[in-house]
């Protein structure tokens, strides 16, 4: 049975961190992104990994305060996301994949995996 288990949101202040994690389990696995979705809007992108590669991507309004990684032995996808801004605030998705999509990574259909999400909420 594929599992995704998300964890770690809650409710920051601007310019705080968290930490999510993503944990995996059922099959395996190549790519695992990061989604998000604010109430009224659509569900964004906003990073993935090619599990055991090097390889990530990113939203450009998270590039250079989240990032990425990953825990092989464990199974387990992190975003760390740092300087939040009241923007951030949504509920958070982890996707996963037997392929990993280059050029659209960030398209949600893409995933046929999906976890429960997390609430992070960031106030000014």
């Known amino acids: 049975q594929v599992q995704l288990v998300e964890s770690g949101g809650g409710s920051v202040q601007a310019g705080g961190s968290l930490r999510l994690s993503c944990t995996v389990s059922?099959?395996?696995?190549?790519?695992v992104a990061w989604f998000r979705q604010a109430p009224g809007s659509e569900r964004e992108g906003v990073a993935a990994?090619?599990?055991?590669?090097?390889?990530?991507n990113y939203a450009a309004a998270v590039t250079g305060r989240f990032t990425i990684s990953e825990d092989r032995g464990r199974n387990t996808v992190y975003l760390q996301m740092n300087s939040l801004k009241p923007e951030d605030s949504a509920m958070y998705y982890c996707?996963?994949?037997?392929?990993?999509?280059?050029?659209?990574?960030?398209?949600?259909?893409?995933?046929?995996?999906w976890g429960q999400g997390t609430q992070v909420t960031v106030s000014a």
């Open positions: 996707a996963a994949d037997r392929s990993f999509w280059w050029g659209s990574w960030a398209s949600p259909g893409r995933y046929n995996y």
């Open positions: 059922g099959f395996a696995y190549v790519s």
């Open positions: 990994i090619f599990t055991g590669t090097v390889h990530t």
